[in-house]
């Protein structure tokens, strides 16, 4: 038999178990309700989420905590005072055998509250939307990308309990950021502690995603009166089998398992490369260093606090794989190639991107300043103004949805603040050019490749009507 009465004697006599029991007692039923209320009436949030998830169920086990340590210091002071004889009267074995029981109903609960917290803190919307300002710039970039559909956590986490423990430890060091407001504004890139990719990438992605050529079409409006527009062409050499015994040619041969290619930079960027070296599976290794750079012997494992070693591996090409903050030329080039912005409208690139990019110190002062492109055209250019007043008022919304989607006044985002990897050197980084400057030599003087055709076959460079286009689309 179980005898509760004697079980809340001595709890109504304990101040620490009366609130640990109306802590238990006003979580569970407020959370019974706020679940109810999710499954089957309003669509999950994340407000909700947190607080049917996160905040009561601790609310309800720290009540639980407290309860049995009321009664224990409620049964050691017992010895001195009147109540101790109630206390006596109740045999231990009735306390265990309830404490057994009710835990054994409190396991049910945990369990499926526990299982219900999980799925919502591995969902996009808690990583995306919880800390508001600080993640709303890589949802945002994020929702509109290839990845959409993933879970940020298939990428930040990965498969296995050590890395999930990993993460949640770091979640709790960043909320703690986040809270105090000592996060820093842009979040540093590259991540330094980010899960080696072949982990990660590697669960959905095969070689055989990424073997073969493809071509690549980019089309670039000018800055002049007429938009003039140009082609380039190239036909990207992503994968071939190789005849060389190590797995595959082309741009992917950085990542096949046949060798490991490790780097040195100088800077908490990695941008900077001083030394590579390529490791073959069998321990062979070739050595390329940047003449007169310190540390270029790849003694140092630390170099100014930070980490100098890296072991290359997808992320260091694809550092922009679902976040994907696009520049602004190539973002308003896209809106004049697929018509959304008529190109036949005099001066729109030149001044289009002159207003995107000028430096504003909020959304609304961004909103307000991109306003102002129909008054500004008018006022340099009153003739085409006559023609296309109706055009240009139609144009600012869609500017300004394209200045909120990439920059970030608030977290101090700007346009190019997280340049991709892949490509030619810009104003923002060296991207693949950073091994491939043709400055770093190996002991006999060879070069890391930079010879156009390793990496693509060019096929037409900044041609306003390419003959490879037209063969193309069979024109
Ligand atoms: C397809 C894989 C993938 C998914 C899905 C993904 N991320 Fe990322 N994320 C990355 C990679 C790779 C980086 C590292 C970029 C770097 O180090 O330069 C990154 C970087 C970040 C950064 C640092 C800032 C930046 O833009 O580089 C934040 C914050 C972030 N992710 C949040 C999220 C959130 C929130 C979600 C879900 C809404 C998410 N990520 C989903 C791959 C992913
Ligand atoms: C959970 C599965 C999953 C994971 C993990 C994943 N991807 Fe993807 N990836 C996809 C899917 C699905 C697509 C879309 C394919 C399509 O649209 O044809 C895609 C598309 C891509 C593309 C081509 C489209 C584009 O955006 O350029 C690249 C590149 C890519 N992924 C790289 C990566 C990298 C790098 C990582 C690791 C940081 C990664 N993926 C992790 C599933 C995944
Ligand atoms: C961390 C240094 C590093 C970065 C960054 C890097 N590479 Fe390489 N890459 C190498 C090394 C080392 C080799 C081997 C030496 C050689 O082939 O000259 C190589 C070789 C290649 C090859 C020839 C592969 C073969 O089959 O022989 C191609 C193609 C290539 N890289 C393309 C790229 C592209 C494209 C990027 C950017 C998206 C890039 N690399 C970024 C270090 C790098
Ligand atoms: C040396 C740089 C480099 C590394 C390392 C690298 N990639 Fe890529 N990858 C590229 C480039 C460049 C492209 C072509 C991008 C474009 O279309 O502009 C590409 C394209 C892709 C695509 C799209 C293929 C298509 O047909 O569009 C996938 C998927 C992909 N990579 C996955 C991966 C995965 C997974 C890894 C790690 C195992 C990886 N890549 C490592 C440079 C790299
Ligand atoms: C280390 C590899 C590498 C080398 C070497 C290289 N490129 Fe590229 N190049 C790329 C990649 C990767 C892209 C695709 C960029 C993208 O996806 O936007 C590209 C794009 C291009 C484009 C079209 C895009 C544009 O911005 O105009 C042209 C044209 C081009 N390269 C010309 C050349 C020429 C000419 C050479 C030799 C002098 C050369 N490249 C050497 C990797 C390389």
Same mark, same amino acid.
């Given at each position: 038999?179980? !005898?509760?009465?004697?079980?809340?004697?001595?709890?109504a006599?304990?101040?620490?178990?009366?609130?640990?029991?109306?802590?238990?007692?006003?979580?569970?039923?407020?959370?019974?309700?706020?679940?109810i209320?999710?499954?089957?009436i309003?669509?999950?949030?994340?407000?909700?989420?947190?607080?049917?998830?996160?905040?009561?169920?601790?609310?309800?086990?720290?009540?639980?905590v407290?309860?049995?340590i009321?009664?224990?210091?409620?049964?050691?002071?017992s010895?001195?005072?009147?109540?101790?004889?109630?206390?006596r009267?109740?045999?231990?074995k009735?306390?265990?055998r309830?404490?057994?029981?009710?835990?054994?109903?409190?396991?049910?609960?945990?369990?499926?509250?526990?299982?219900?917290?999980?799925?919502?803190?591995?969902?996009?919307?808690?990583?995306?939307?919880?800390c508001?300002?600080?993640?709303?710039?890589?949802?945002?970039?994020?929702?509109?990308?290839?990845?959409?559909?993933?879970?940020?956590?298939?990428? !930040?986490?990965?498969?296995?309990?050590?890395w999930?423990?990993?993460?949640?430890?770091?979640?709790t060091?960043?909320?703690?950021?986040?809270?105090?407001?000592?996060?820093?504004?842009?979040?540093?890139?590259?991540?330094?502690?980010?899960?080696?990719?072949?982990?990660?990438?590697?669960?959905?992605?095969?070689?055989?995603?990424? !073997?073969?050529?493809?071509?690549?079409?980019?089309?670039?409006?000018e800055?002049?009166?007429?938009?003039t527009?140009?082609?380039?062409?190239?036909?990207?050499?992503?994968?071939?089998?190789?005849?060389?015994?190590?797995?595959?040619?082309?741009?992917?041969?950085?990542?096949?398992?046949?060798?490991?290619?490790?780097?040195?930079?100088?800077?908490?960027?990695?941008?900077?490369?001083?030394?590579?070296?390529?490791?073959?599976?069998?321990?062979e290794?070739?050595?390329?260093?940047?003449?007169?750079?310190?540390?270029?012997?790849?003694?140092?494992?630390?170099?100014?606090?930070?980490?100098?070693?890296?072991?290359?591996?997808?992320?260091?090409?694809?550092?922009?794989?679902?976040?994907?903050?696009?520049?602004?030329?190539?973002?308003?080039?896209?809106?004049?190639?697929?018509?959304?912005?008529?190109?036949?409208i005099?001066w729109?690139?030149?001044?289009?991107?002159e207003v995107?990019?000028?430096?504003?110190?909020?959304?609304?002062?961004?909103?307000?300043?991109?306003?102002e492109?129909?008054?500004?055209?008018?006022?340099?250019?009153?003739?085409?103004?006559?023609k296309?007043?109706d055009?240009?008022?139609?144009?600012?919304?869609?500017?300004q949805?394209?200045?909120?989607?990439?920059?970030?006044?608030?977290?101090?985002?700007?346009w190019?603040?997280?340049?991709?990897?892949?490509?030619?050197?810009?104003?923002?980084?060296?991207?693949?050019?950073?091994?491939?400057?043709?400055?770093?030599?190996?002991?006999?003087?060879l070069?890391?490749?930079?010879?156009?055709?390793?990496?693509?076959?060019?096929?037409?460079?900044?041609?306003?009507?390419?003959?490879?286009?037209?063969?193309l689309?069979?024109?």
């Open positions: 038999m179980i !005898h509760i009465k004697p079980f809340l004697d001595i709890l006599t304990s101040k620490i178990s009366i609130l640990g029991a109306v802590l238990v007692t006003t979580a569970i039923g407020a959370d019974a309700m706020l679940i209320g999710e499954l089957l309003f669509e999950s949030n994340p407000y909700i989420g947190i607080v049917a998830y996160v905040l009561f169920p601790g609310m309800a086990a720290f009540g639980l407290l309860i049995p009321g009664m224990l210091l409620r049964i050691r002071k010895h001195h005072d009147p109540v101790g004889k109630l206390v009267r109740v045999s231990r009735h306390v265990f309830l404490i057994f029981s009710l835990t054994l109903i409190n396991f049910v609960i945990f369990a499926f509250v526990g299982y219900r917290s999980i799925h919502f803190m591995e969902s996009a919307e808690f990583c995306g939307l919880t508001h300002q600080v993640m709303s710039p890589e949802y945002t970039v994020y929702q509109r990308s290839h990845h959409a559909g993933i879970s940020c956590v298939e990428c !930040h986490v990965g498969p296995g309990v050590g999930l423990v990993k993460s949640k430890l770091d979640g060091r960043q909320l703690a950021g986040v809270v105090f407001d000592n996060y820093s504004r842009p979040i540093q890139t590259p991540i330094h502690n980010l899960r080696p990719a072949d982990h990660i990438c590697g669960e959905c992605h095969s070689e055989e995603s990424y !073997h073969g050529n493809r071509i690549k079409v980019i089309e670039r409006f800055l002049d009166e007429n938009n527009q140009t082609f380039s062409v190239v036909n990207l050499r992503l994968g071939e089998d190789s005849d060389r015994g190590d797995g595959m040619r082309g741009i992917h041969w950085h990542s096949n398992e046949h060798h490991e290619i490790r780097y040195w930079s100088t800077d908490r960027r990695r941008e900077h490369v001083v030394r590579v070296e390529l490791v073959s599976k069998d321990g290794t070739r050595v390329w260093t940047r003449p007169g750079s310190e540390n270029a012997s790849g003694e140092a494992e630390q170099d100014n606090g930070h980490e100098s070693m890296r072991v290359m591996d997808c992320v260091d090409c694809h550092n922009r794989a679902t976040h994907v903050f696009v520049a602004p030329d190539k973002a308003v080039d896209a809106l004049l190639a697929d018509g959304t912005i008529d190109p036949a005099p729109i690139r030149s001044i289009a991107h995107i990019t000028r430096e504003y110190e909020s959304h609304d002062d961004a909103i307000a300043g991109i306003a492109l129909p008054a500004l055209y008018r006022e340099r250019f009153a003739d085409s103004w006559n296309y007043a055009a240009l008022e139609e144009i600012v919304p869609i500017l949805d394209l200045h909120t989607t990439y920059v970030y006044p608030e977290m101090k985002i700007q190019n603040t997280y340049p991709s990897l892949i490509g030619h050197p810009t104003a923002y980084t060296a991207a693949c050019f950073r091994c491939h400057d043709g400055v770093l030599v190996d002991e006999k003087g070069q890391i490749t930079n010879d156009c055709n390793a990496c693509h076959y060019v096929l037409a460079e900044d041609e306003q009507d390419p003959m490879i286009l037209r063969m689309e069979d024109r």
